[in-house]
């Protein structure tokens, strides 16, 4: 063979061996899509909280993943309309006048630690005196909500505030919904207890006169098949869309918190708006003492048939697409042939 030929043949062979090193196939929404037509097998979470090697939270690496993370969010928002009608979600985005920020909470995602936080920065109330009953109800008056203001107010505040929101694994953040509020303590408040006669009513076949009265044994595949039902309109907000409750497409958020790295997410935060030394983010241990919902993932959504879990997927699908999740986070998705 020429030298020259060899040495065609040779950069060939070479190009196509980096090729098959370095280009990998991903998983796009599409084949995820397709691939749920398999099975839906549990794998192992990743941990919370990433730390430095001294223990405590980096800032800096807070800071480089938010970027990446607001540049994403930013890009996919470009394929989901913008829905302008949403002040009645207004309620959920929390305003401080003196640090200029707002904030957007999401019921499950730590959201009692976030009040206890920010009603302890009116300075209005001794932190001591909290605690995550009270910040819902008696001391929530100490906060202000984006909606108290007019209109050409919250454009200005819109505009000069840097506003904060923190998300969750949306399928995390639906189990949680259910062992707290239908499946736990949550099920005694009276908006819950209507909740699950109503899912009882609607979803269960041949239900018993106690359960249609009292609604207080809804599964777990109940309420997947309650949040999936086509009849179901309005959702509560414990379970509602982000999209919705913090309108991400509309808002120009500045920093987007993860659940995952709430810890030093939290801490971020804290330090990027001035906050005092003695304000900090409770850690969930210090008040709650139940099975971490991450923990009891597996078991759960074990429960829960493959085509339950892509009408879920569909149902939360902006959720997942705007801020970076995917069903591989929690699920193992295989095809069949």
């Given at each position: 063979?020429?030298?020259?030929?060899?040495?065609?043949?040779?950069?060939?062979?070479?190009?196509?061996?980096?090729?098959?090193?370095?280009?990998?196939?991903?998983?796009?929404?599409?084949?995820?899509?397709?691939?749920l037509?398999?099975?839906?097998?549990?794998?192992?979470?990743?941990?919370?909280?990433?730390t430095?090697?001294?223990?405590?939270?980096?800032?800096?690496?807070?800071?480089?993943?938010?970027?990446?993370?607001?540049?994403?969010?930013?890009?996919?928002?470009?394929?989901?309309r913008?829905?302008?009608?949403?002040?009645?979600?207004?309620?959920?985005?929390?305003?401080?006048?003196k640090?200029?920020?707002?904030?957007?909470?999401?019921?499950?995602?730590?959201?009692?630690?976030?009040?206890?936080?920010?009603?302890?920065?009116?300075?209005?109330?001794?932190?001591?005196?909290?605690?995550?009953?009270?910040?819902?109800?008696?001391?929530?008056?100490?906060?202000?909500?984006?909606?108290?203001?007019?209109?050409?107010?919250?454009?200005?505040m819109?505009?000069?505030?840097?506003?904060?929101?923190?998300?969750?694994?949306?399928?995390?953040?639906?189990?949680?919904?259910?062992?707290?509020?239908?499946?736990?303590?949550?099920?005694?408040?009276?908006?819950?207890?209507?909740?699950?006669?109503?899912?009882?009513?609607?979803?269960?076949?041949?239900?018993?006169?106690?359960?249609?009265?009292?609604?207080?044994?809804?599964?777990f595949?109940?309420?997947?098949?309650?949040?999936?039902?086509?009849?179901?309109?309005?959702?509560?907000?414990?379970?509602?869309?982000?999209?919705?409750?913090?309108?991400?497409?509309?808002?120009?958020?500045?920093?987007?918190?993860?659940?995952?790295?709430?810890?030093?997410?939290?801490?971020?935060?804290?330090?990027?708006?001035?906050a005092?030394?003695?304000?900090?983010?409770?850690?969930?241990?210090?008040?709650?003492?139940?099975?971490?919902?991450?923990?009891?993932?597996?078991?759960?959504?074990?429960?829960?048939?493959?085509?339950?879990?892509?009408?879920?997927?569909?149902?939360?699908?902006?959720?997942?697409?705007?801020f970076?999740?995917?069903?591989?986070?929690?699920?193992?998705?295989?095809s069949?042939?």
């Amino acid at each position: 063979m020429r030298p020259k030929k060899l040495t065609v043949l040779v950069l060939l062979v070479s190009f196509f061996v980096l090729v098959a090193i370095f280009i990998k196939p991903g998983n796009t929404p599409t084949q995820q899509d397709s691939a749920l037509r398999g099975a839906l097998l549990p794998v192992k979470s990743l941990p919370l909280d990433r730390t430095g090697e001294d223990g405590r939270t980096t800032v800096t690496s807070a800071e480089n993943e938010n970027k990446e993370r607001v540049r994403h969010l930013r890009r996919e928002c470009k394929h989901y309309r913008k829905d302008e009608n949403g002040s009645q979600y207004l309620d959920y985005i929390i305003v401080d006048e003196k640090y200029k920020m707002m904030f957007c909470y999401i019921p499950k995602i730590s959201c009692s630690q976030w009040k206890t936080v920010f009603i302890s920065l009116t300075g209005s109330v001794n932190s001591s005196e909290l605690n995550f009953g009270n910040v819902h109800t008696y001391h929530q008056s100490k906060l202000n909500f984006l909606r108290k203001y007019s209109f050409r107010r919250r454009q200005q505040m819109l505009e000069e505030y840097k506003k904060y929101i923190v998300v969750r694994n949306p399928l995390e953040r639906l189990l949680s919904a259910y062992r707290n509020k239908l499946a736990g303590r949550g099920i005694k408040d009276t908006s819950f207890r209507e909740a699950g006669k109503l899912i009882v009513k609607r979803i269960r076949l041949n239900a018993t006169r106690e359960s249609l009265k009292k609604g207080d044994d809804v599964t777990f595949l109940e309420f997947v098949k309650f949040l999936t039902d086509e009849d179901t309109k309005h959702l509560n907000d414990h379970w509602e869309l982000y999209a919705r409750l913090c309108r991400p497409c509309l808002i120009n958020y500045d920093f987007v918190g993860k659940y995952e790295t709430i810890k030093r997410d939290a801490d971020f935060i804290l330090k990027d708006i001035g906050a005092p030394p003695e304000v900090r983010f409770p850690l969930r241990s210090e008040k709650y003492s139940t099975e971490k919902t991450i923990n009891t993932f597996d078991n759960f959504y074990s429960q829960i048939p493959a085509d339950y879990i892509q009408k879920l997927y569909n149902r939360y699908r902006s959720d997942f697409d705007i801020f970076g999740y995917s069903l591989s986070d929690n699920l193992n998705v295989t095809s069949i042939p």
